[in-house]
């Protein structure tokens, strides 16, 4: 089913991309007018993820654990270094290698969030770390933390907006969010735009640039919001950026210019 009104303005006024995918000419976002949710299952964690990355979820714990604690120091510059009183909720959290990386870094009460019952199991046994097994949608928060955390799980939703807000709700103040999600500005939009078309995935409700995450995160309230490359990609820009891959690097950088972006944001207070 097609729908053109944007889930995140609500504003129908939109640049068509593809016939399924449009940018609102209000918020910048880019929305899948074609939705459809994923179903997941077990597989996605063995024989799927594999077909990927060629290997499974679990075997890429070492590359998963050391991007955890990339973004857990980003996390800790804001939070402070005392981090024994502080808690966390890993929405989406899969084997829990991101909560047992914030437990590692030194978070008081660490928790997850995740609608694989196998996923869920495996993070309970192999790191004794709690996991709520629910969608995010229906989970009902029985505290507010002071970390919230969602690694490519926002352009999942089919209520982005609705699902910020209530990430918001269940921070303290001056809490932190911190999320990976797909950025529209970047190579492969840009350099590569009948690929990016082709392989949009059917479940991504939305692809967002660094200026519109911001904005909308600070519709929502938020006072405080950066923007980083969650990875760089030259090849995907073309030669001279591999052969000045440097330059490239610094200038991403500067200009937050990635297909995948890390964004921190501080609840007001």
Partial sequence: MIDTQCPICTSSSFKKISDTLLLCKVCSTVYNAGYAPAVYCDDYFGKEYHAQYGKTYEEDFESIYAASLFRLKIIQNLSGNNLSGKSLLDIGCALGF????????????VEGLEISHYAADYCKQQFNIPVHVAGFEQFAAN????????????????????????????LQDRGIFACTLPSYFGPLFYCHRKQWINTH??????????WSIKKLLKRIGFSYVRCFPSGYH?????????????????????LCFSDTILVIAVKSF
């Fill in 234 to 254: 030259p090849e995907r820009f073309g030669a001279i950026a591999q052969k000045h891959k440097n330059l490239y690097v610094k200038l991403s950088n500067i």
């Fill in 98 to 109: 991101f909560c047992k990386a914030a437990r590692d870094a030194g978070f008081g009460v």
């Fill in 201 to 210: 995935p059917q479940d991504h409700r939305i692809d967002v640039a660094p």
């Fill in 143 to 170: 505290r507010k933390y002071d970390v919230i955390t969602a690694w490519f799980v926002i352009e999942h939703f089919a209520k982005p907006y609705a699902m910020l807000s209530k990430i918001y709700d269940m």
